[in-house]
């Protein structure tokens, strides 16, 4: 699949799998695809950052390969890795045979096949279906010399093994990096990429998101459900709900058979949205009941 | 490998070049924007090509865009750099603060002072005319900063300074620290050296390991940590042009790197008390002041000092004062309310403070006397009592500090009482 010609093209190809995303969105991954820039999406949890890596290879239809980030993370689990139990058995084999040639033995213990390629390496690979996306996620949360390691390795995509030699992407990947800033990346990194801070979406747009996700629920039942979460993100609380949450919701409601939202309802069902006590406590008392009913007046007078 | 098409823009010669002074204009607004950004501004804006005004500002903001906080500096610096209609009226509204005096600037949003300074700072040669420039306003600004003006502007009262000047002084504040003396903690260390406290215990644990034999003596000195420093900054109208500064000043101090506070708590107070401490992490300064001043919500109300002091003293000063922290307490003392509860606040924070320094802007008159009662009711109990009305005074200040039996001008004062 080729890369789509213009921003409206890229919107799209987004939205038919499912992927609603505004302009501005559509405009970064449009230039990052057409630059062949990497693509530094920062923003809250849960407002559609993964998600995007995923709707672009599926409407790309190239391969996902995802590297997810976590402290302590190194090259050896990120790049390739040798198959050392394989390598053992290997050498065992050999010396129960008898006679074996030490220096073949020694070429074929560092071969293609004992070689373990982790996701970097995988990156590079050529693909026949076309380069493939490459989605480093949660990038905050590795600690820095990873990320300094992954300056190198993003601009020039190539690796060098000692016992083979450099491996060099035929066509580089599509690259895609998501942080929660929990801490802050690097600026050398960021400079490198394109930047886009994905927002929660506006009331509209959410509505469409929950549509194209979960087309069972009803129109009116979706609103009540938008207007809801929306009046819950300007609450003062500790995590505020994603777009995530609000599917997952839609999900539960629908499995409880909810046509309309009630208090009673929310207060059943609010671990759904709220993942931490005190929030839930907050608002689990009579602030539901105001929230949902500004929810309901909002729904009304749109 | 993407391919570019080389940069030609034959019909439109003058896009890249406003695409540079763009930049420059971000650059002057606080934004990191180096010459490889540009580049690639110019080659995202040709891949995107021009359709629609927000594809190009969507375009441009990946392109210089790397941190949230930016976000707003760029909406606004971009709404003024391309031709917004209203450009006039913004170039009016940066003048106005300057003829009107400072307490006009809060009306302007957040980040906007800033677009507007970043682009009209210095006379830029390509910048689009407003449309409606028929009127013939001509607006110039001459921001040339001399040494001897660096020098002038050290010892200016912060009340009396214009827009430009409180512009650099806030510059200069910002590169002003705090040094302070480390605190020899309890904790101790090994010291090989002679001449340091014998450890007897450790003496003892190594000769019972040799069977009793002491073959050394284990030497040990105290630990140094660096002191938390308390902020308690008084943000009532009579304060506020010091206030804001100081804020700025404490901005930087907080944000400083290495420069020995453990940790900087900062709390206002007017009518109540607020802890901005978690604003003053945030990295541009303007966001952070913005942040605190949107939590504290008696910007230049009345003072209560009293009862701000008893707040802290309860639900505060426990908290962050455990490991002899330095309080550095910025009022003018203009406290109307019971000046006997006050003073027994006052002894109470001066107890719990390894020092208390009392910055007080109301010092730079030469004639001052603590007449108010508010002033007399707090002033025994304060470590150092200095004026805090200029850049001189803060970086007198910051000398100051580290000095242990620095009183300031409490004596002479005490004199007066």
Redo the contacts between chains.
Sequence with gaps: MTIPATIDAVQEKLAETGYVCGRALATVVFLSLKLGRPLFLEGEAGVGKTEIAKALALCLDRRLIRLQCYEGLDASSAVYEWNFPAQMIAIRTAEAGGGADRGALQEELFSRDFLIERPLLQAMRPDQRGAPILLIDELDRTDEPFEAFLLEALSDFQVTIPEIGTIKAPEPPIVILTSNRTREVHDALKRRCLYHWVDYPDFDREVEILHAREPAVSETLSKQIIAFVQGLRTEDIFKKPGVAETIDWAKCLLALDVVDLSPQVISDTLGAILKYQDDIAKIGGGEAKRILDEAKARVETA | ??EYVPLEMPETPRLAQNIIHFARALRRAGL?V?P??VI?AV??VE???F?DR??FY??L???F????EH?VVFAQVFRLYWRDPRFLEHMMSLMLPAIRGVQEEKRAAAAEKRAAQALLGDQMPDLPQPEDSEGGTQIEIDASMTMSAEEKLRSLDFEQMSTEEIAQAKRMLARLTLPVKPILSRRRMAAPLLGHRLDRQKTLRAAMRQGGEIRALARAKQRPRWPNLVVLCDISGSMSQYSRMVLHFLHAVANEKGAGWAKVHAFTFGTRLTNISRHLAT?DVDAALKAAGAEAQDWEGGTRIGQCLHAFNRDWSRRVMGQGAVVLLITDGLDRDDANALEKEMERLHLSARRLIWLNPLLRWDGFAPRATGIRAMLPHVDSFRAGHSIASLEDLAQAISRPDDAGEKARLMALL
């Design positions: 490998m993407p990191p180096g490889g950004r690639e080659r995202a891949a995107a090509g359709t927000m594809d969507w375009t903001h990946a392109c865009v790397n941190r949230p976000r990295r």
